[in-house]
């Protein structure tokens, strides 16, 4: 842990999703203490909490007047026990298969026997998320390491954990393959009508095409992308400038030909859908800055590449995933550059889609400065 001056309390070790530095550590009581986070009542009592719900499970829902409430979603309860296999998961109401394993072989799961895989993949080189388990690992591995095979070596590091990591020497291309083979299985697996949904946001183009690009390997195209906020408000990854808002990728099997699409319509489309969910996630209470909006803009670029690739045209040229996204990221950084002052003449072809957008942060900026000054 780490004390907090300010608030005269103790906080999280790992607020950031990095190994940061900290000027003050401090050994947590661990019984608890009236103030402070990370206390093993604290923890106790978030368990307790999360029982309970399972038990009870509610939906969190908001009234015309835009206050909270909690409604029973009725008798239902949230719990399973485990099967061994798939025949077994069939036979049975409430059964889970759990499999410790890499997703690149789901060798146990029969072709097109799944309706729906909703997974979270690493964001290429956002997390190392091995490193960081090293923390708790080491100790968890003292006691452990007789009974269950997988804490036999001395850190959790895997040389197939499939991240963008340069210092063993795992590419993006390392990253693109493993996640390519994940989805091709996922392909394999999910029903025709099935769908792959996983959350993903970058601060790079890059990222977006590859992902893209995997994709239409794999077999899938991007159906739908929603915007949901991925980084509570108290968060220190809610930091202005922060990427605080995930994308959420609903995908589809690939199947027959796509019609051809001028790709100044399809940007046109895109851009209408940016402002649309912009203008969504304002009317809801909530913040964006221009990494926000960034994300929101790759988000419906991806979705629009996968549906009509390869037959996106321009000129009667072909228009890459690449110079897609190079393209729209110019686009908003050329908005985000008129909303801090840097008066540029905003494009003409797109001047409507342009000026909401830099309506939005301006008032997106409005509100968290009165929000400050409080």
């Not at 986070?37 to 007047?65: M, S």
Request: net charge positive; aromatic share 14%; charged share 25%.
């Amino acid at each position: 842990c780490k004390y907090e001056v300010e608030w005269h309390k103790i906080s999280l070790f790992f607020g950031l999703h990095a190994y940061h530095p900290i000027e003050r550590p401090t050994e947590n009581n661990v019984w608890g203490t009236r103030y402070g986070r990370c206390t093993f009542v604290k923890c106790f009592e978030k368990v307790r909490r999360a029982k309970g719900f399972a038990q009870r499970p509610y939906e969190r829902l908001v009234d015309a007047r835009g206050s909270r409430f909690s409604k029973r979603t009725g008798t239902e309860r949230i719990e399973a026990y485990l099967t061994e296999s798939f025949s077994q998961l069939k036979k049975h109401d409430n059964a889970s298969l759990l499999k410790c394993q890499s997703s690149e072989d789901l060798s146990f799961l029969p072709n097109k026997s799944v309706d729906a895989v909703i997974t979270d993949p690493p964001y290429f080189d956002n997390v190392q998320y091995s490193e960081l388990a090293d923390f708790f690992y080491v100790w968890l591995r003292l006691a452990l390491k007789d009974e269950y095979l997988w804490f036999k070596p001395d850190l959790s590091s895997r040389p197939d954990e499939i991240v963008k990591n340069d210092r063993p020497g795992k590419t993006t291309d390392f990253f693109s393959q493993g996640l390519f083979r994940v989805f091709k299985e996922c392909h394999r697996v999910l029903k025709d009508e099935g769908l792959l949904i996983f959350t993903f946001h970058h601060i790079r183009t890059w990222a977006w095409e590859n992902i893209a690009q995997v994709l239409i390997d794999a077999g899938f195209y991007v159906s739908a992308s929603p915007i949901v906020r991925s980084e509570g408000k108290s968060g220190f990854h809610s930091n202005d400038g922060n990427i605080r808002y995930d994308c959420v990728l609903v995908c589809r099997k690939r199947s027959g030909q796509w019609m051809e699409r001028p790709w100044a319509s399809a940007k046109e489309q895109i851009l209408q859908d940016a402002v649309q969910w912009t203008r969504r996630t304002l009317e809801s209470g909530m913040l964006v800055n221009e990494v926000d909006v960034f994300t929101i803009v790759m988000g419906k670029t991806l979705e629009y590449c996968t549906k009509v690739f390869p037959y996106m045209f321009f000129d009667n040229n072909t228009v890459s995933i690449s110079n897609a996204m190079e393209e729209m990221k110019n686009f908003v950084d050329h908005v985000a550059e008129n909303a801090r002052g840097i008066q540029k003449p905003l494009p003409k072809a797109y001047a409507q889609s342009a000026e909401q957008l830099l309506l939005f942060l301006k008032e997106s900026e409005t509100r968290y400065r009165n929000q400050r000054s409080r």
